[in-house]
């Protein structure tokens, strides 16, 4: 196959640490071992701009960080725009519609160059428009519908859209974007390194006969972790702790919260240091990310890796991992007793649920195939 000339355009990167930023992370490595060459231009700030001293395909549009959610910064001017650096790719992809996918599209049509963009996160969704720009309901329904009238402007631009699930899809396709494509986000399983129960269990403390329900991610409001919290008395009932592993801009929030119910069987970790991260997933008994806000949920990919069965809310873009396999169980994302009720159903039941189709489907070098069929469609 040619190599090609990949150039990255997204508004996070490294070192912050989200979903966006391991998919342009993942899928940046497996190209590069296929030979093709991928630039990134990121917005970003001094942190990442550290980052770009020691990697040449990386180039910072500095910008202004978005204060309600950090990882995100709005590039205002690209001094290191493709022409002036002397590149000249195949590919422009764009991995955001905002600032960086604005730089990214310019760039496509002055260069002539087809341009492709994915679909990452549900931005119009009412929870992520309450959650950062506004809260009085009218607003937040004027605000859905232009950025919805944008979305639709920005990826009818695109050569192709991408979208990284069957339910995005649909959502696209209902917003008028017909030249959609399903390429899922994958993880490098073979990169990945397995611990054992005992010993996850004896680093992060946790007692073997422990039952351990984990949420791992970001902690911000869309993500609903109101429900784990104001389901964990419920929860103790039936012995289980909660582990909320992550840090994000709603950690102090839901501090309070969780000491206003006085729970005693909810432990919060703050940020995980990426090392540490196999030993969550290993020492857990169930992963729950009652996000509705998901565009595919990489966590349930961990999940799967370390045999770990999931609880995903029904009738999401998470949901749609089932279809590969037995591997969970869904709830409904509105109620604190059906989330309790399947998550005693899926201890009870954790010997019947089944990975490997998963690990098949979402290698990164399975899904790569799928990313190259899109750049070399005419």
Partial sequence: METLKIAFYTDSYLPSRDGVV???VNTRKELEQRGHSVYIFASGGNKTAMLAKK?????VIKGIKFNKYPQYTMGLRNRKNLRILGISPDIIHAHTPFSAGLFGYWDSTIMGTKFIGTFHTMVFSE????SYFAKNRAVVKISKYFLLKYLKWFYSKADSVIAPT??????LNSSGLKNVTVVPTGLDFESMTQKSKNVARKFLGIENNDKVILYFGRV???????????????????DFKVIIAGGGPSLKTFLLLNKKLGNKNVKFTGFVRDENIPYYYAAADVLCNPSTFETQGLVNLYAAFYGLPILVPEKTAQEELLKYSKCGETFNPNSIRDLVDKVNRVYERKEVYRFGKILREFDIKRTVDRLLSVYNHN
């Fill in 55 to 59: 990697d040449s395909h990386l180039f």
């Fill in 166 to 171: 069957d339910y995005v899809k649909k959502v």
């Fill in 220 to 238: 911000s409001k869309e993500k609903n972790i109101e429900l784990l919290i104001k389901s964990a008395k419920l929860l103790s009932a039936t």
């Fill in 22 to 24: 391991t998919s342009i």
């Fill in 127 to 130: 929870e992520a428009i309450s």
